[in-house]
């Protein structure tokens, strides 16, 4: 979440207009994040939080919104979107696509504990097991395809060690066959700071526009290179294994996903190393933005790599 597109509170005023959500009383930019321009949006009727879509067109949309609609009617806290007096949840503000989002409670951590590592397990188990009802499709923008166009655009910036480990990884991930595991909707973004938790529960998941159809092993993965590793970017055992336990215990996991697990790892860490190094190196201009350090994720591969074995359950 980022401030590229400036609104201001008489802008909004007139977009509200469209809704049935009162008067408004604040306006504040979130400056956190790297996609979209978002602020917190207070009115007489309650809290909110407005998106302006900076990269997503009006036509890919849909697939997010409805996505958020239904996980939210089948009791998975997140963004339940606002529809306008057309019934509608997309409109445009300032020429961009823009909708707006219930406000959840709670707040996310920079040092989960195991209970929170979890309860953030057993809630992805429960996530992607509601999206098995979401009849919609969308393929992994950040896919192998995206990640053979990308590299060559970030290899000037790194040394030469980088380099040979960025194309060894992206060959590597390509012989892979991840479409014979176990496929469904997943985040694909579950990092910490888009999890709200209220004392030892999920409180909210947040930021659903990496969203798409994927192995579900590989959200796992994502979200446990986040939750579950040291400051040095390790595994930590004790997390990973009772993330794992209580994601198996809602979404039993299978033999095939067992064998993926290591070079599933390696992928995500892969995913996020990668873009990384393209947002720092090949950065949009906007307000507030908020770029993310690549060499964490460089470290947490790198030890992946090393790993004599990997953490199960």
């Given at each position: 979440?980022?401030?590229?597109?400036?609104?201001?509170?008489?802008?909004l005023t007139e977009?509200?207009?469209?809704?049935?959500?009162?008067?408004?009383?604040?306006?504040?930019?979130?400056?956190?994040?790297?996609?979209?321009?978002?602020?917190?949006?207070?009115?007489?009727?309650?809290?909110?939080?407005?998106?302006?879509?900076?990269?997503?067109?009006?036509?890919?949309?849909?697939?997010?919104?409805?996505?958020?609609?239904?996980?939210?009617?089948?009791?998975?806290?997140?963004?339940?979107?606002?529809?306008?007096?057309?019934?509608?949840?997309?409109?445009?503000?300032?020429?961009?696509?823009?909708?707006?989002?219930?406000?959840?409670?709670?707040?996310?951590?920079?040092?989960?504990?195991?209970?929170?590592?979890?309860?953030?397990?057993?809630?992805?188990?429960?996530?992607?097991?509601?999206?098995?009802?979401?009849?919609?499709?969308?393929?992994?923008?950040?896919?192998?395809?995206?990640?053979?166009?990308?590299?060559?655009?970030?290899?000037?910036?790194?040394?030469?060690?980088?380099?040979?480990?960025?194309?060894?990884?992206?060959?590597?991930?390509?012989?892979?066959?991840?479409?014979?595991?176990?496929?469904?909707?997943?985040?694909?973004?579950?990092?910490?700071?888009?999890?709200?938790?209220?004392?030892?529960?999920?409180?909210?998941?947040?930021?659903?526009?990496?969203?798409?159809?994927?192995?579900l092993l590989y959200?796992?993965?994502?979200?446990?290179?986040?939750?579950?590793?040291?400051?040095?970017?390790?595994?930590?055992?004790?997390?990973?294994?009772?993330?794992?336990?209580?994601?198996?215990?809602?979404?039993?996991?299978?033999?095939?996903?067992?064998?993926?697990?290591?070079?599933?790892?390696?992928?995500?860490?892969?995913?996020?190393?990668?873009?990384?190094?393209?947002?720092?190196?090949?950065?949009?201009?906007?307000?507030?933005?908020?770029?993310?350090?690549?060499?964490?994720?460089?470290?947490?591969?790198?030890?992946?790599?090393?790993?004599?074995q990997t953490v199960?359950?």
């Amino acid at each position: 979440m980022s401030v590229y597109t400036t609104v201001t509170e008489a802008e909004l005023t007139e977009w509200l207009g469209d809704y049935s959500l009162g008067q408004l009383l604040s306006l504040q930019g979130i400056a956190s994040g790297i996609e979209n321009t978002n602020y917190f949006v207070t009115t007489s009727n309650g809290r909110f939080v407005l998106t302006l879509f900076e990269k997503l067109n009006a036509d890919e949309l849909p697939f997010y919104l409805n996505l958020m609609a239904h996980l939210a009617r089948h009791g998975i806290p997140c963004p339940a979107p606002m529809a306008n007096r057309h019934n509608q949840f997309l409109g445009v503000l300032k020429d961009k696509p823009a909708c707006i989002v219930s406000r959840l409670d709670g707040k996310s951590t920079t040092a989960p504990t195991r209970t929170h590592c979890a309860a953030m397990g057993a809630m992805l188990g429960q996530m992607h097991i509601a999206g098995m009802s979401f009849s919609q499709i969308m393929p992994n923008p950040r896919g192998g395809a995206w990640r053979s166009t990308t590299a060559p655009q970030v290899l000037p910036f790194v040394n030469a060690e980088q380099a040979a480990l960025l194309k060894s990884e992206i060959a590597l991930h390509a012989q892979q066959n991840s479409p014979t595991l176990p496929q469904g909707l997943i985040h694909a973004d579950l990092f910490r700071d888009n999890v709200l938790l209220i004392e030892d529960r999920i409180g909210g998941l947040i930021d659903f526009y990496f969203a798409c159809t994927d192995a579900l092993l590989y959200d796992v993965a994502i979200t446990v290179n986040d939750w579950c590793m040291n400051a040095d970017g390790s595994l930590d055992a004790g997390r990973a294994q009772t993330f794992l336990r209580a994601y198996h215990a809602v979404r039993p996991l299978e033999d095939s996903e067992h064998h993926a697990w290591p070079l599933m790892l390696r992928l995500a860490a892969l995913r996020f190393w990668l873009s990384r190094l393209f947002d720092l190196y090949l950065p949009r201009d906007g307000e507030l933005i908020h770029a993310h350090d690549p060499g964490h994720f460089e470290r947490i591969l790198r030890n992946h790599i090393a790993a004599e074995q990997t953490v199960w359950l």
